[in-house]
């Protein structure tokens, strides 16, 4: 998987817009951006995948530019309940078939 | 949607003792599965990916005789700790994988195993 860099922690209000940047200055032609969220004591649940452009689901927004060497994930409106680590991934199909985790983004909203 | 559950959520044990750890893929066939340890404040590391019926390969590191992981079926994947000490006091995560799904996205996580050794 192609290394990545988030920042370590975030601080956020609730009802404010969230953007969490991830950089990929090596990401490949084949490569993927996926994002996952990690709350407390749970494991990880998947949010959003994209290539290129613009990709939006009920959760979160991706932006990544045409260079695709940086990512941005974006959380609308967030809530005391989006308070957890964010991780970044980048990686082919045969890479993801094994994640490595980074270090990922804590964020904490506050009231 | 996909669940992975693991029991038992949580889990205290005398040192020297051995624990075993289950990973279930409730609704679907999981080809392969992966085992993670985390520690507090730190990122998920990769231990182990089991594939059904055949031995599991181990990251580097990772004591095999000390982690052991079986899986025996497309639905259940086991890590027994063996003879455990207070430092493999940990949260251990396992994820299973579909298939070759043509999305990237089939890999999904159970909600994770608290093991404290005393």
């Known amino acids: 998987l192609a290394k990545t860099t988030q920042p370590i922690s975030m601080d956020s209000y609730e009802g404010q817009e969230v953007n969490i940047t991830c950089s990929h200055n090596n990401i490949a032609t084949n490569d993927y951006i996926t994002w996952y969220q990690q709350f407390p004591s749970q494991g990880p649940r998947f949010i959003i995948q994209?290539?290129?452009t613009k990709v939006t689901n009920e959760v979160a927004s991706l932006f990544i530019p045409a260079d695709r060497k940086s990512s941005t994930l974006s959380l609308p409106r967030v809530s005391l309940s989006d308070t957890a680590v964010y991780y970044c991934?980048?990686?082919?199909?045969?890479?993801?078939?094994?994640?490595?985790f980074g270090t990922g983004t804590r964020l904490l909203v506050s009231p | 949607g996909a669940v992975v559950s693991q029991h038992p959520s949580r889990v205290i044990c005398k040192s020297g003792t051995s624990v075993k750890i289950e990973c279930r893929s409730l609704d679907f066939q999981a080809t392969t599965m992966f085992w993670y340890r985390q520690f507090p404040k730190k990122s998920l590391m990769l231990m182990a990916t089991s594939n059904e019926g055949s031995k599991a390969t181990y990251e580097q590191g990772v004591e095999k005789d000390k982690f052991l992981i079986n899986h025996a079926s497309l639905t259940l994947s086991t890590l027994t700790v063996t003879s455990a000490h207070p430092e493999d006091s940990s949260f251990y995560i396992c994820s299973a994988r579909a298939g070759l799904a043509a999305s990237y996205n089939e890999q999904f996580f159970g909600p994770g195993t608290r093991l404290t050794v005393l």
């Open positions: 994209g290539y290129k």
């Open positions: 991934l980048v990686g082919d199909k045969a890479s993801f078939q094994k994640l490595v």
